[in-house]
């Protein structure tokens, strides 16, 4: 089946700089990539995917890029804000079956 | 408002007495999913449904039971809960497999 690693666990940067996680999966066939984000105590919620058909998608201060060839795919985030202190979810659907498969998350603390 | 409701959010049972985890959305999603969520694990998915009684396992699925005889609802059953799975549950729902999931807000299970 379908794995999904995520690195790095935690990261810690400074506000305005940027913050960027990388996922790397194994099935080659996977063809959708979602990220999460989750807030302490709250619901995972969605902040962008990516199709596999397309190597990058933007919105304002967010942005996944994808390297089919290498398997993996990574969250950008620009001028990083407080607010943007959360656990972050990388997820792989892979092209057999219909299961969903989570990266181990990365806890991102944006200090003021 | 479109939302994906949880019942109970807390519970705390016994080894052995059978509990169920009801599940609802209002968003006529054809696709639902249970997660179980632990430190340092990310999201595992346990069952989904791709419509009524249609439903598969995901990656752990022992232990647990699930039914979809409306496409509203959802329930996870554990005939037989032990503390090994004690955890945080989420259900999810969404148009299809590859299209953004709606969580609830979660269930926390402590079985003692």
């Known amino acids: 089946g379908e794995n999904v690693e995520q690195h790095p666990s935690t990261l810690s940067v400074q506000e305005g700089d940027s913050a960027v996680i990388k996922c790397t999966y194994s099935?080659?066939?996977?063809?959708?990539f979602p990220w999460y984000k989750q807030e302490l105590g709250k619901r995972p919620q969605l902040i962008i995917d990516?199709?596999?058909?397309?190597g990058e998608k933007k919105d304002q201060r967010i942005a996944v890029t994808l390297n089919k060839t290498a398997k993996h795919f990574s969250l950008h985030i620009t001028e990083t804000q407080p607010e943007d202190s959360a656990v972050y979810f990388c997820?792989?659907?892979?092209?057999?079956?219909?299961?969903?498969?989570f990266g181990g998350g990365t806890r991102v603390l944006v200090k003021p | 408002e479109a939302q994906v409701t949880q019942n109970p959010r807390y519970l705390i049972t016994v080894t052995g007495k059978k509990l169920t985890v009801t599940c609802s959305q209002n968003m006529n999603h054809e696709y639902m999913s249970w997660y179980r969520q632990d430190p340092g694990l990310g999201l595992r998915q346990i069952y989904y449904?791709?419509?009524?009684?249609?439903?598969d396992k995901g990656d752990v699925p022992e232990g647990y039971k699930v039914s979809r005889k409306e496409k509203r609802n959802f329930p996870l059953i554990l005939e037989s809960p032990s503390p090994n799975q004690t955890s945080l549950y989420f259900c999810?729902?969404?148009?299809?497999?590859?299209?953004?999931?709606?969580f609830g807000d979660g269930t926390r299970l402590s079985i003692l």
């Open positions: 990516i199709r596999s058909n397309v």
């Open positions: 449904s791709m419509n009524v009684e249609v439903t």
């Open positions: 997820a792989a659907k892979g092209a057999a079956g219909n299961k969903l498969t």
């Open positions: 099935d080659s066939a996977s063809n959708y």
């Open positions: 999810a729902s969404s148009l299809g497999t590859a299209r953004p999931q709606h």
